[in-house]
Antibody, heavy 120, light 107 residues
Framework: EVQLVQSGAEVKKPGESLKISCKGS????????IGWVRQMPGKGLEWMGI????????RYSPSFQGQVTISADKSISTAYLQWSSLKASDTAMYYC?????????????WGQGTMVTVSS | SYVLTQPPSVSVAPGQTARITCGGN??????VHWYQQKPGQAPVLVVY???DRPSGIPERFSGSNSGNTATLTISRVEAGDEADYYC??????????FGGGTKLTVL
């Protein structure tokens, strides 16, 4: 079964760092892009960026460039999303999703989501 | 930047046909994908490349795209179709873009 399994919910304080993960299985992890999507409470979906685990080529949405870092470790079929200094406004559900191409295709497989809560 | 516009809400009685639109400048020249998101769940792809369905998605779900409007059509609507629906495209200036989402209510 093709699936993406994300790490569990996190509760952090402003200023703390965080790295969440997304592990792929059931397919060739290095042959597809992985994207990250934010959903703030009660709001819609926002594309954050994508990475090609085969060579770690990465693209960021202008809205998130410099705010987060996307990375991958192909040896363990895992992609990551990280923050160096969290803000309360980073409170949201974060989804990873599989993408067949850099400029084409839909997010066809989604992770279950990781809820990140940032509160003092 | 490229903007996709969806109606905030659509209501339909069970057994009827729901049509959810996604407006964008010359969207007919792009490939449109549609996602269904039920409360507390991750999104699920229901239509890709304007009108193709992933395996496991009922034939009741169909899509079309022309001019400045793409449409997701759900025939013979069931209570279980109640969800938020999002359109999405790739654009050369904005990369990946999602519409604001439409809440489908089954009366």
């Amino acid at each position: 079964e093709v699936q993406l399994v994300q790490s569990g919910a996190e509760v952090k304080k402003p200023g703390e760092s965080l790295k969440i993960s997304c592990k792929g299985s059931g397919y060739s992890f290095t042959s597809y892009w992985i994207g990250w999507v934010r959903q703030m409470p009660g709001k819609g979906l926002e594309w954050m960026g994508i990475i090609y685990p085969g060579d770690s080529d990465t693209r960021y949405s202008p809205s998130f460039q410099g705010q987060v870092t996307i990375s991958a470790d192909k040896s363990i079929s895992t992609a990551y999303l990280q923050w160096s200094s969290l803000k309360a406004s980073d409170t949201a559900m974060y989804y990873c999703a599989r993408l067949p191409g850099e400029r084409v295709g839909a997010f066809d497989i989604w992770g279950q989501g990781t809820m990140v809560t940032v509160s003092s | 930047s490229y903007v996709l516009t969806q109606p905030p809400s659509v209501s339909v009685a069970p057994g009827q046909t729901a049509r959810i639109t996604c407006g964008g400048n010359n969207i007919g020249s792009k490939s449109v994908h549609w996602y269904q998101q039920k409360p507390g769940q991750a999104p699920v792809l229901v239509v890709y490349d304007d009108s193709d369905r992933p395996s496991g998605i009922p034939e009741r779900f169909s899509g079309s795209n022309s001019g400045n409007t793409a449409t997701l059509t759900i025939s013979r609507v069931e209570a279980g179709d109640e969800a938020d629906y999002y359109c999405q495209v790739w654009d050369s200036s904005s990369d990946r873009v999602f519409g604001g989402g439409t809440k489908l209510t089954v009366l």
